[in-house]
């Protein structure tokens, strides 16, 4: 196995290895890789619904997703699709999956079944990069604060997807999820202080208006997708991606109008976030 850092400001290859027979050491190797670089990337993988979920499974407890469609075959496993009528995509705007849960989850893992011809590739954002750029007083002061996170501006009865009536997704009226979280958290495998707010999720600062949290919310969104703290993937059919929630956000790029995307998702559970001190280091 080899591990090949990406171009950009987070990411990896993993290469040499079959998800479908992962040893012990392997899955260290690549939770390790995941916690340090964000976002671990492998290539021409074989995966069934089943074969997907077993190797997910290696890495924790699966979280279901509430409001995306599944696979027939498999229900743990869930279908990301944009076909040639849809406008939008899945995933078409920066965001951090599951923030809206009290236990966020750790991961999800992408594999790509159909890709268009050109476009349709994924951006990452590292999270560690984004707290490197914030000046010590903006880290200290951001450290004392926590913020809210929803699901159901997005996923409720009220929210984007319902008022559209896209048929990709269901379940409004289980999207009641709030949940509250630090701002800058201590990620729990690699021990480094990442941002941990998204555009996606987050409604506003704990104790603060949505009017007051607004702009300090879009400074802190403003760095944390610099090009210079991202990095971009192009799939192939085949290809995965296995992303940190809790280290990067992600942006699925709607470039490919009239053309066929097929994905299959599957989401690792995660546990509540701890909070960074200054007093830890930086």
């Not at 997910?56 to 944009?82: H, S, Y």
């Not at 202080?193 to 600062?205: E, S």
Request: hydrophobic share 40%.
């Amino acid at each position: 196995m080899e591990i090949v850092q990406a171009n950009g400001g987070c990411g990896a290859e993993v290469r040499g290895v079959d998800l479908n027979a992962l040893s012990d050491e392997q899955v260290e190797a690549v939770a390790d890789a995941q916690a340090e670089h964000g976002v671990v990337f492998f290539r021409g993988q074989q995966l069934t619904p089943n074969g997907q979920l077993a190797a997910a499974q290696r890495f924790g407890a699966i979280n279901v997703n509430r409001f995306f469609t599944p696979v027939p075959e498999q229900p743990q496993v869930a279908i990301v699709l944009k076909e040639p009528q849809h406008e939008t995509n899945v995933g078409g705007k920066w965001h951090t999956d599951h923030s809206y849960d009290q236990a966020p989850a750790l991961g999800s893992m992408l594999y790509a079944l159909e890709v268009p011809r050109r476009g349709g590739d994924t951006l990452f954002a590292s999270m560690y990069r984004a707290f490197e750029a914030l000046s010590p007083a903006l880290r200290k002061t951001l450290a004392g604060l926590r913020a809210v996170h929803s699901s159901r501006h997005v996923f409720g009865r009220q929210g984007y997807f319902a008022a559209s009536g896209d048929e990709r997704y269901g379940n409004a009226q289980r999207a009641t999820q709030d949940a509250v979280h630090p701002i800058i958290i201590r990620h729990p495998r690699s021990d480094r202080p990442a941002l941990y707010v998204n555009p996606g999720f987050t409604v506003r600062i704990e104790g603060w208006t949505a009017e007051e949290s607004q702009p300090l919310l879009d400074y802190l969104y403003r760095i944390a997708a610099r090009p210079e703290h991202t990095c971009r993937f192009r799939w192939q059919v085949g290809s995965v991606a296995f992303w940190d929630n809790r280290a990067t956000w992600h942006y699925a790029l709607n470039d490919y109008p009239e053309e066929r995307r097929l994905m299959h998702r599957v989401t690792v559970d995660g546990g509540e976030l701890a909070a960074y001190s200054t007093s830890q280091g930086t």
